[in-house]
């Protein structure tokens, strides 16, 4: 499995970047998906989730503003980031499951990317 995260770079607080993340080497319509992102100093953190059913979960400190979706026809992930923030700077990562959950909230991930950097300037 190969997932190729695209889309990062700078932008202001109020901007708006859009995320994506091919994914390769998996039947990805029945595969649950995720973004995480790590700042400096900081443990890893699910953002959102969306399983194949198209589920979501999003931590609360991006409910409104973040829209996860996903293009089984392109095997393609994505993260649509509105009313950015300085404190949403990290390095975001896509992830995948191949394990079923009840609910994906519970999303664990089986396989990563590689990151790519979102920069928020204040």
């Known amino acids: 499995v190969q997932l190729v995260e695209s889309g990062g770079g700078l932008v202001q607080a109020g901007g708006s970047l859009r995320l994506s993340c091919a994914a390769s080497?998996?039947?990805?319509?029945?595969?649950?998906v995720a973004w995480y992102r790590q700042a400096p100093g900081k443990e890893r953190e699910l953002v959102a989730a969306?399983?194949?059913?198209?589920?979501?979960y999003y931590a609360d400190s991006v409910k409104g503003r973040f829209t996860i979706s996903r293009d089984n026809a392109q095997s393609t992930l994505y993260l649509q980031m509105n009313s950015l923030k300085p404190e949403d700077e990290a390095m975001y990562y896509c992830?995948?499951?191949?394990?079923?959950?009840?609910?994906?909230?519970?999303?664990?991930?089986?396989?990563w990317g590689q990151g790519t950097q979102v920069t928020v300037s204040s």
């Open positions: 992830a995948l499951s191949q394990k079923y959950f009840s609910k994906i909230y519970y999303f664990s991930p089986d396989y």
């Open positions: 080497g998996t039947t990805f319509k029945i595969n649950a």
């Open positions: 969306i399983s194949s059913g198209l589920s979501t």
